[in-house]
């Protein structure tokens, strides 16, 4: 991985990755822009999440150049991938956000602790901090794993569907969270099925088998997607 450094965050080149023999990702060449919003769209196994998993460093390319100008980035994972019997709690899972600056076995400096009660708040969970994180809905945790990501102070935010099954109001905090991530220089990569918060975003890339079947402004890549499944 190398890194680039202007108004492009991400440029991949010929990016091939996937599973063992299971080559998922076929010859992808994109950029994502510096601080904006990018969604990320397609059918189920087009290869969405794989890309994500080479971005934050879990997925080795099999082929071609992955470049990327910012800090480490943040990941946030679906909640529902998260074991649900962590014997944690919401402020602990989110002070692991820390430990890239800190270390696991570092005490936290007051600095961080700011960090993890403004991300706590930013996210709407003040409130729940010292429940575990096993007692809460599938909605509070995911703001819990957004928080911790906030908590990391990264400049590249990727998220994989984070509003995947909550409620509408739980949509729109989130939604506002990312924003302001962006609003603050953060560049975001947005894994999601929800093409109304797609068509919001400020670039769009639609994955179809694994290949990049169209980037650029959400409303035309979206209207490809929506010929795509509905064929004259
Ligand atoms: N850990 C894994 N091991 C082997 N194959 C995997 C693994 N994870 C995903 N795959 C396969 O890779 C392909 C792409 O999966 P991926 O999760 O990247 O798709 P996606 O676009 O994110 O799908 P969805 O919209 O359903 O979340 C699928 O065929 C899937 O079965």
Redesign the pocket.
């Known amino acids: 991985m190398t890194h680039t450094s202007d108004k492009s965050a991400v440029r991949l080149r010929g990016l091939s990755a996937?599973?063992?023999r299971?080559t998922?990702?076929h010859e992808v060449t994109v950029e994502v822009p510096r601080a904006k919003v990018t969604a990320v769209v397609?059918?189920?196994?087009?290869?969405?999440?794989?890309?994500?998993?080479v971005l934050a460093g879990v997925i080795t390319p099999a082929a071609g150049v992955v470049e990327i100008g910012t800090r480490r980035p943040a990941f946030v994972v679906q909640h529902c991938a998260v074991p649900t019997g962590l014997p944690i709690t919401v402020w602990e899972t989110v002070a692991m956000g820390r430990w890239a600056h800190r270390g696991a076995w570092q005490r936290l400096s007051k600095e961080d602790k700011a960090l993890v009660g403004a991300a706590l708040e930013r996210t709407g969970i003040t409130d729940l901090a010292s429940r575990r994180l096993s007692s809460l809905s599938g909605g509070q945790r995911q703001r819990a794993l957004l928080a911790q990501a906030f908590a990391q102070e990264s400049d590249l935010l990727l998220l994989?569907?984070p509003d995947a099954g909550l409620d509408s109001q739980s949509r729109r905090d989130i939604a506002a969270a990312i924003s302001h991530a962006q609003a603050n220089g953060v560049t975001v990569i947005h894994?999601t099925?929800d093409l109304g918060e797609a068509s919001r975003a400020d670039h769009c890339l639609l994955?179809q088998n694994?290949r990049l079947a169209a980037e650029g402004d959400p409303q035309t890549v979206l209207q490809h997607l929506r010929a795509e499944r509905m064929p004259a």
């Open positions: 996937g599973y063992a299971h998922v990702l397609g059918p189920n196994g087009s290869g969405k999440s794989t890309l994500l998993g994989d569907e894994v099925h994955l694994g």
